[in-house]
């Protein structure tokens, strides 16, 4: 199957950085996309950046300009977080979605980390 591990969460002072790295692990697929959700509590599961196979990106507005999202290899993706604010605090999970293909069907599935918290201070 697939499997996603995510690392790189943590503390950070506002204005500073952080780096997440999700690697997904598995055969018989191929990813069509990767991206990032947060949640930060009282709120619903928000986008935050995706890219896909074909290296389009996209971001919610309150990150646009301070985070990015990249493709470090077929499995791997990478979101770039600068300027943090304390509103960016969540928890922050991996996303991926991929293909299985046969000669007459195609199946699409979406796969999750298992969440990685994200503390900005003030």
Not at 20 to 26: K, N, P, R
Not at 36 to 41: G, V
Not at 52 to 74: M, Q
Request: hydrophobic residues 30%; contains cysteine; aromatic residues 10%.
């Amino acid at each position: 199957q697939v499997q996603l591990v995510e690392s790189g969460g943590g503390l950070v002072q506002a204005g500073g950085s952080l780096r997440l790295s999700c690697a997904a692990s598995g055969s018989g697929f191929s990813i069509n996309a990767m991206g990032w959700y947060r949640q930060a509590p009282g709120k619903q599961r928000e986008l935050v950046a995706v890219i896909t196979s074909g290296g389009s990106t996209t971001y919610a507005d309150s990150v646009k300009g301070r985070f990015t999202i990249s493709r470090d290899n077929a499995t791997t993706t990478v979101l770039q977080m600068d300027t943090l604010k304390p509103e960016d605090t969540a928890v922050y999970y991996c996303n991926v979605r991929i293909v299985r293909r046969g000669r007459y069907y195609e199946i699409n599935n979406d796969y999750w980390g298992q969440g990685t918290q994200v503390t900005v201070s003030s």
